[in-house]
């Protein structure tokens, strides 16, 4: 099965299916999907929009406009159309058509704007937007009115300026900003971090921004020496690859101890309601109704989604493992029942996401030692948890200042269990629309889940080469200090590579 992955900043459609014989070519298809003033639902496969409501898909569409101008045309660009606008273009990475000539799949990265209709347009779009993130980052405080009431509408400006503090702590001083194919390269004192999404409104103020961190290059010439890279890694570390069907791992550390795995517990609840619903006891359309009670705090967005809002098991699913919503993790947990989860995940008792924000807060350091009390019985450990469902939740900033808190509230797993976890649920699209660090290039399947807090860090992959074979690789890094994330992240990437 092959999956394609529309990636455009906030957009991500995902459908799959195998071109056949088609009633219309790829350009002409693809001219009149971006040159139509309106978006036609027959123009997309029944099971793209199973997947994606053609709401979404339009309204997203309709945006594209307003970021780059009018369409102009279509050309090629390193063997691949090349969608030009006004004053930018957009790299059509999949374009799939079923034998009817409807889309079955479509994926798209901004492009060259060199290749842009107007190029002093998009030069000078370029030019404003540089100096935009020149004032952000020079800046040793966070200005909030660069960024336009519909952003911080999204995100809490006491969460922003936190993040941002973060990065000039670990960072340095910003030393220059350069335009750096699609994005920008920002150039730290200690670091470098890419902005791969980034948008002004028509006022001019900040209306998306996307960052990633650059990890460093790490390549292995065997397994034998990934592994001993991850062993010598401080604190307690343990790894897994394993090639499907075959009982013989490729490269074991410590695969069977179970370790703190941070949000890729939630493979755990997407393989419970995928038995549910395959026991008809579900259905992906069952909706659930949010209310103030369920919010937790991020990662994800429907803590502040209105309360009363109604959502599909699909959509809280999507969410859960593509971006780790933690609202949306604890709507399912709840719809699902908590024992078969603790099941899949082996683990006597689990706390939903809410209840161990709760129980980490320092103010309830009292209900903290009552649960640590419990040990592993499990009736104590549940009257604990349903105690912190009184507590509010405490303040963000509490957990993003680099400092584990209470290491033992948690959801612990063996690499081995999470590749059996992830197997069981790899074919289920939601596991498709985050990579993860892996190169969509390198794999024709992807399925993804990470997890990650202060001392905890965990990456669980599973991958079909181009050989054909299907292969899992999860690795876990536990310590009190805080971790140096993109070593692990590229030490990870490294393995990946040697494994394609």
């Not at 309601?273 to 429907?302: M, N």
């Not at 290491?407 to 985050?434: H, K, Y």
């Amino acid at each position: 099965m092959n999956r394609s992955l529309l990636t455009l900043t906030t957009i991500a459609l995902i459908a799959s299916a195998t071109a056949q014989a088609q009633t219309l070519t790829q350009t002409e298809a693809l001219t009149r999907l971006l040159s139509a003033p309106e978006i036609k639902a027959e123009w997309f496969s029944p099971d793209f929009l199973a997947q994606v409501p053609f709401e979404t898909i339009a309204a997203q569409l309709r945006s594209l406009p307003t970021q780059f101008g009018k369409f102009v045309r279509l050309e090629t660009f390193q063997e691949r159309p090349l969608a030009v606008y006004e004053r930018g273009t957009l790299i059509v990475t999949i374009a799939s058509l079923d034998e009817q000539g409807r889309l079955t799949g479509f994926g798209a990265v901004p492009g060259p704007a060199s290749a842009a209709a107007d190029p002093a347009a998009a030069a000078a779009d370029q030019d404003r937007l540089t100096t935009v993130l020149e004032k952000l980052f020079k800046s040793d405080d966070l200005n909030p009115t660069l960024f336009s009431p519909e952003f911080l509408a999204q995100i809490k400006l006491e969460d922003l300026q936190a993040s941002f503090a973060s990065i000039r702590a670990a960072n340095g001083r910003l030393q220059k900003v350069m335009p750096q194919g699609a994005g920008w390269r920002l150039t730290f004192e200690k670091g470098a971090w890419d902005v791969i999404g980034f948008g002004l409104n028509d006022n001019g103020l900040i209306s998306s921004l996307v960052l990633r961190p650059v990890t460093p290059d790490i390549s292995y010439s065997s397994l034998g020496e990934a592994r001993a890279a991850f062993a010598a890694l401080p604190g307690q570390v343990n790894l897994l690859v394993q090639e499907a069907g075959t009982p013989q791992p490729l490269a074991d550390l410590n695969s069977k101890k179970l370790l703190a795995v941070g949000s890729t517990f939630k493979l755990a609840i997407l393989g419970e309601l995928q038995a549910q619903v395959t026991r008809g006891e579900k259905q992906w359309s069952d909706e659930i109704t949010l209310t103030d009670a369920d919010k937790s705090l991020p990662s994800g967005t429907l803590q502040d989604a209105p309360s009363g809002t109604t959502y599909t098991l699909r959509d809280l699913a999507a969410r859960m493992i593509s971006i780790s919503d933690n609202t949306a993790t604890d709507l399912l947990l709840k719809a699902v029942g908590r024992a078969g989860v603790e099941a899949r995940l082996g683990q006597t008792t689990m706390p939903s996401t809410r209840e161990a924000f709760v129980l980490k807060d320092p103010a309830n350091i009292e209900l903290l030692r009552a649960y640590r009390s419990a040990g592993l019985d499990r009736d104590a450990r549940r009257e604990v948890l349903k105690k912190s469902l009184t507590l509010p939740l405490p303040n963000v900033g509490v957990f993003v200042q680099g400092k584990t808190t209470a290491q033992d509230v948690e959801w612990f797993a063996s690499p081995q269990r999470l590749c059996r976890l992830m197997a069981d649920v790899a074919e289920l699209p939601e596991t498709w629309q985050n990579p993860g660090v892996a190169n969509p290039g390198d794999f024709p399947d992807i399925s993804f889940k990470g997890g990650s807090e202060p001392g905890v860090l965990n990456l669980t992959t599973q991958v079909t080469t181009k050989a054909g074979k299907t292969l899992c690789v999860s690795a876990t890094w536990n310590r009190p200090e805080p971790l140096d994330e993109q070593t692990f992240f590229a030490m990870y990437q490294g393995m990946l590579k040697l494994l394609r």
